[in-house]
């Protein structure tokens, strides 16, 4: 069972995870690692060199990823107690 404090940690970690996973800094390094520079992930920003414009593989990547972690957070230990 689930208690507040416990629904506001989760609350707290899943912000951060969305933040961490859509930030367009990310986007540019997973392209860089996953997609290989191929533009499947992530297309380079007009605003900064060090800054993407997510594609839709991208954010459905991101996505799945952001499905993984929230479900690896639930199992946790002590989300149980």
């Not at 707290?12 to 930030?23: F, K, V």
């Amino acid at each position: 069972m689930l208690t507040k404090s416990n629904q506001w940690f989760i609350s707290a970690i899943l912000a951060a995870g969305c933040l961490i996973l859509y930030n367009p800094i990310t986007f540019m390094a997973t392209e860089k690692t996953i997609g290989m520079g191929k533009g499947w992930i992530a297309k380079p920003s007009s605003g900064s060199r060090f800054m993407a414009d997510g594609t839709l593989h991208g954010y459905v990547l991101h996505t799945i990823v952001f499905f993984f972690v929230a479900y690896a957070i639930l199992n946790l230990p002590i989300m149980c107690t």
